[in-house]
């Protein structure tokens, strides 16, 4: 079976949890979705756009930094 890999956003957004010391269940109650849905996004399997923005806002990730999945 092969593995699943997340998009470089995916990544950003992963490192900035790591770095912030919060869970990705932290972070799906702040912008208001499941931990599925939000893996899904992660991983480049939904487009997110709806959550996008409010990621960015939550992580405090800078504009250049920002990618729709």
Avoid: F
Avoid at 12 to 17: A, D, P, Y
Avoid at 22 to 44: A, P, R
């Amino acid at each position: 079976m092969k593995q699943r890999q997340l998009t470089p956003m995916g990544k950003r957004v992963v490192k900035r949890l790591i770095d912030m010391n919060k869970t990705q269940q932290w972070l799906c109650d702040e912008i208001g979705t499941g931990k599925t849905y939000l893996n899904k996004i992660l991983h480049g399997e939904r487009s997110g756009k709806k959550y996008w923005p409010k990621i960015h806002e939550v992580l405090d990730l800078k504009d250049d930094e920002q990618q729709s999945a």
